[in-house]
C-alpha cells in the first residue's frame, strides 16, 4: 500500500507562486508515474499535470507555462512549482500514483492517492 502526504498549500496573491510536494511511502516511488489533481467547489477534479517514471512532464493547457512538475526519486518525492498564479487556481490540490510508465490524464487510472492539501489564490 503506498500513501501519499501532500503539504505546501496556503494562502497566495494573484501573480504569486507555491510549491507543492508530495511524500510518498510504502511502494517503490520509481516504479510509479505521478499525477497532480485539483478540485474547486462544485466542480469535478481536473487534470493538472503529469510525470512519467522517467521524469518526463505534461501539463493541462490551463497551467501550461505555469506550474512545473519535477520527481526526486532519492527522496521519493513529487514537486508541483506553481507560479504566475490565478484566482481560479483555488482548489484542493491532490497527488496521485499510477503504476503505468507514462501516468494518465484520467483521475481513475490512478491506483492511490494523497488527503489533498487546500490551494487560495486571492485576487
Known amino acids: 500500500q503506498v500513501q501519499l502526504v501532500e503539504s505546501g498549500g496556503g494562502l497566495v496573491q494573484a501573480g504569486g507562486s507555491l510549491r507543492l510536494s508530495c511524500a510518498t511511502s510504502?511502494?517503490?516511488?520509481?516504479?510509479?508515474?505521478m499525477g497532480w489533481f485539483r478540485q474547486a467547489p462544485g466542480k469535478e477534479r481536473e487534470f493538472v499535470v503529469g510525470?512519467?517514471?522517467?521524469?518526463?512532464?505534461y501539463s493541462s493547457d490551463s497551467v501550461k507555462g505555469r506550474f512545473t512538475c519535477s520527481r526526486d526519486n532519492s527522496k521519493n518525492t513529487v514537486y508541483l512549482q506553481m507560479n504566475s498564479m490565478k484566482p481560479e487556481d483555488t482548489a484542493i490540490y491532490y497527488c496521485?500514483?499510477?503504476?503505468?510508465?507514462?501516468?494518465?490524464?484520467?483521475?481513475?487510472?490512478?491506483?492511490?492517492w494523497g488527503q489533498g492539501t487546500q490551494v487560495t489564490v486571492s485576487s
Open positions: 496521485a500514483a499510477d503504476r503505468s510508465v507514462v501516468g494518465s490524464r484520467r483521475p481513475n487510472e490512478y491506483d492511490y
Open positions: 510504502g511502494g517503490t516511488f520509481s516504479m510509479y508515474a
Open positions: 510525470i512519467s517514471r522517467g521524469g518526463i512532464a
